[in-house]
């Protein structure tokens, strides 16, 4: 089998829900937002997800991805500590960061058991973001930059989804429904993540922040915080 199916089906594995990372238990400030009524239609869930694809991933964790798959080409650790770093401090809750740091850890270990020793510092000692490791996995594996960064927010689009069939609660039609639209909003996504300068990096995602804070202390929750 030719090398590019071999990374096609790699990157398959990376944002399959089997991956054994956890990210099917975080909603993302998500449950919180139908528990307060900010959202009560699918039409409404679907723009919440739109929104934060379009606005928040394709300006903060889309270019930070490029800027950590090119250090890894490099080696440039200290660039892919800092860009690391930065996008944690851009979580806007205690929560995302958590989140974000959990995903990063429990793939680096996975990682490790795949023969990627590069993770080894990142399951306890090196800050962690999932798309640090991601990043890293990509690059070993030979999948080409606008492959993962397509892939990241698919992966990402569709735990969205399945949480909202779980607490709208949605069937499963609606849920093929909203990732389809999701889908053709994807590749515009890339493109204006992997189109910015460091400078323009970055978003302010204020509901998203409180709704997270809020869902920290939320009487009743499916998903973790």
């Known amino acids: 089998m030719s090398e590019s199916r071999i990374s096609s089906l790699r990157l398959w594995q990376l944002i399959s829900p089997a991956l054994p990372v956890g990210a099917y ?16 239609t699918e039409a409404d869930v679907l723009d919440w997800i739109q929104g934060q694809l379009q606005h928040n991933l394709a300006h903060l964790d889309i ?16 660039r892919v500590n800092h860009w690391t770093g930065y996008l944690l401090a851009s979580r806007e ?21 795949l023969h990627i020793e590069q993770a080894k510092p990142y399951t306890q000692a090196q800050p962690a973001a999932f798309v640090t490791l ?30 909202a069939v779980k607490l709208v609660p949605l069937g499963q039609t609606a849920g093929q429904k ?39 202390t939320q009487y009743s929750r499916l998903f973790r915080s």
Do not use: F
Request: hydrophobic fraction near 50%.
């Open 63 to 78: 270019p930070i991805l490029q800027r950590i798959y090119q250090a890894w080409q490099h080696k440039d650790h200290v």
């Open 93 to 113: 809750a205690a929560e995302l960061k958590t989140e974000d740091q959990n995903l990063g850890r429990a793939l680096a270990t996975l990682l490790i058991q």
């Open 134 to 163: 991601l990043a890293l996995a990509a690059c070993r594996w030979q999948i080409s930059l606008n492959e993962i960064a397509q892939g990241y927010l698919w992966m990402w689009c569709e735990n969205q989804v399945a949480a």
């Open 25 to 40: 238990a975080y909603s993302q400030g998500l449950e919180y937002a139908l528990e307060a009524g900010w959202l009560k």
């Open 178 to 216: 909203m990732l389809l639209a999701l889908a053709d909003a994807i590749p515009a996504a890339v493109d204006t993540g992997l189109q910015l300068n460091d400078d323009a990096i970055g978003m302010s995602a204020p509901g998203l922040g409180i709704a997270s804070a809020l869902h920290e």
